[in-house]
């Protein structure tokens, strides 16, 4: 039921390891040349020191047989290679397995893990950035797709509610009256609230004496202290949540395991490093010099754990948030998306755990990604030039999406056009996001994210739509044509099939590299090649019945295919726009 490229490589796995010993891979891929190659001769030949076409023609005596009725012609090409061409019954029985599958001949996982998703995360207090759009966006399609193949999968929200800006943060909300800043954190305005009480702290020495006392009484533990924090913690993630109920992401409250949760861990953190003899003191702080880390000067990098004064930072509530995970969680993986900048941190944390014994190597993943820059190409800010708040955003998003729907479909009744903007605004606004890869930067672009032409979640979604308006007029329950076979008569039938059957690849190529615009590519060309199958085939004015069925069925692969893919990116794909 998978993709026939890896039934093929599965298929032909035994001849050649009969002919270059077990183990060998097949290396089959999609080709131009036919619907496939396998190019494995090659390495078997450099290592047995033997001509390649000679190995590739060893191969295929055995391989013949192997194939029968999977492949209509097999050829040796170029310097050893074996194009290989499917039969169409072979496709269509495929397709119609897919087709019958609830996940679309997408593989599940050989070996469930428990993975924890570290992603969102951000700060108490202050304006979520782009940045924490992006990790949003990326973190939670990762989440989606790592269910679908059966992980089993903890999200967790590590947000930043500790440190010492919460000492004039407090002193600033007194100084408004608890209701007045409630008010205004919950609305959003988190960068209006932390400029001010940033202000105030740097001018009058007053209020910073205020603020630092503040932080000993928070750090004390003072439970009047610890009230007036929580009512920060409590309006700044009532405000979170309204950008996640807008964006459609799976973040609830429930998976907040915030800084401040891992404070009671953090001198432990610091004995179980001194006990294992890797704590050292520098410049008064403790710290820990994780193997290979050097600074320009070519010295050895610490990471500090503990300052001079006692005070435990970032990098020690993520030594804390890794024996957590190890330890309670018990976890298999643990995947951090997070901007790249962190890169150098994340990888420190990481190493000094292994150290330590805590972490096994290949545990922890950084999902880097690059920047959201404006049309100046400098960091994407506001107009004004402020700090850009993601409600804003979003809601232009909607406007501007509301607007193109008027304009594409005017007879749409209110209510479905509603739906169908947030659809559009939101999936544009995800799908530019992870259409490129993750670790480029790139342009945010109102005009070109929101086409209808081109790589766009617009245009997939219109793709969709289309598939349905044809059941629609077709008047034919969707479900009744899952059961025909299709038959693929001409190249555009044939070739829509091989790219619905590819989905399982595609799907797997993206987990395994935490690459969703791989998907995001998947589904475009998914795209085009059903334009070209719709501009060659008629469907409801088919020669004949039995094509019209099979085309029908076709039509159905495709929407499903299609809107479970935008459903793994958190897009939804409505029926009509
Ligand atoms: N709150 C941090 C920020 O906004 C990101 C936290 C990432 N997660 C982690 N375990 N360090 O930069």
Redesign the pocket.
């Known amino acids: 039921m998978a993709d026939p490229i890896v039934t093929v490589s599965e298929l032909l796995a035994p001849a050649f390891a009969a002919v270059g010993g077990p183990g060998v891979d097949p290396v089959v891929r999609p080709s131009d040349r036919a619907d496939a190659q396998a190019n494995g001769a090659l390495a078997i030949a450099k290592q047995l020191g033997q001509n390649p076409r000679q190995v590739a023609e060893a191969v295929l005596a055995i391989a013949r047989d192997l194939l029968v009725g999977v492949c209509s012609d097999i050829e040796i090409a170029g310097p050893g290679f074996l194009n290989l061409t499917f039969t169409n019954e072979f496709l269509a029985s495929q397709l119609a397995a897919a087709a019958n599958d609830s996940h679309l001949g997408v593989r599940s996982t050989p070996l469930v893990e428990h993975i924890v998703v ?1 992603y969102s ?3 108490v207090a202050k304006e979520m950035h782009v ?2 759009l992006r990790t949003t966006v990326i973190g939670d399609a990762i989440v989606r797709m790592l269910t679908f193949v059966g992980h089993r999968v903890t999200k967790e929200n ?3 509610d500790w440190g010492t800006p919460f000492g004039m943060l407090i002193e600033h909300m007194l100084d408004l009256g608890e209701t007045e800043a409630a008010s205004e954190l919950s609305v959003g305005d988190l960068a209006g609230f932390y400029k001010a009480a940033r202000v105030k702290f740097e001018a009058g020495e007053a209020f910073g004496d205020r603020a630092r006392q503040r932080v000993v009484l928070l750090q004390g533990g003072d439970a009047e202290t610890l009230r007036l924090w929580g009512v920060l913690v409590a309006e700044s993630t009532r405000y979170f949540n309204t950008v996640y109920a807008t964006l459609g992401v799976l973040l609830t409250d429930a998976d907040l395991a915030p ?1 401040s949760m891992y404070n009671p861990m953090l001198p432990d953190v610091v004995t179980r490093l001194r006990d294992v003899g890797l704590l050292r003191e520098s410049d008064g702080a403790q710290v820990v010099f994780p193997a290979g880390y050097l600074n320009r000067e070519g010295e050895p990098l610490p990471l500090i754990v503990q300052n001079s004064v006692g005070g435990y930072n ?1 990098a020690t509530t ?1 030594l804390a ?1 890794v024996i957590d995970r190890v330890e309670r969680l018990k976890v298999d993986r643990m995947v ?1 998306v ?2 790249a900048p ?1 890169a150098q ?2 990888a420190m944390v990481f190493a000094v755990s292994e150290m330590a014994g805590w972490l096994a190597p290949g545990v922890a993943v950084h999902v880097a990604f690059g920047n959201v820059l404006g049309a100046d190409r400098k960091m994407l800010k506001s107009r004004s030039g402020e700090s850009l708040k993601l409600n804003e955003l979003l809601n232009e998003a909607l406007e501007r999406a509301e607007a193109a729907v008027v304009d594409k479909n005017p007879d749409l009744p209110a209510a479905e056009r509603t739906a169908v903007a947030h659809a559009i605004g939101i999936g544009a606004v995800k799908y530019a996001d992870l259409s490129t890869d993750r670790i480029k930067d790139y342009v945010f672009e109102w005009d070109r994210m929101l086409s209808f032409d081109g790589n766009t979640a617009p245009y997939l979604q219109y793709a969709h739509a289309r598939i349905c308006s044809i059941f629609r007029r077709a008047e034919v329950d969707r479900a009744s044509v899952r059961n025909s076979v299709p038959v693929l008569a001409t190249p555009q039938e044939r070739a829509l099939a091989l790219r619905l059957l590819a989905f399982d690849t595609a799907v797997w190529d993206t987990i395994d590299r935490y690459s969703p615009h791989r998907l995001c590519t998947y589904l475009f060309d998914l795209a085009q090649d059903f334009t070209g199958f719709y501009e060659h085939c008629p469907v409801l004015k088919a020669a004949d019945e039995a094509t019209k069925q099979s085309r029908l069925a076709l039509c159905d692969v495709t929407a499903r295919v299609m809107e479970k893919g935008l459903d793994l990116l958190g897009i939804s794909a409505p029926e009509r726009m």
């Open positions: 570290d995360h951000p700060n940045g924490h590590h947000i930043g800084e970032y993520d948030c951090y997070v901007g962190q941190h994340l």
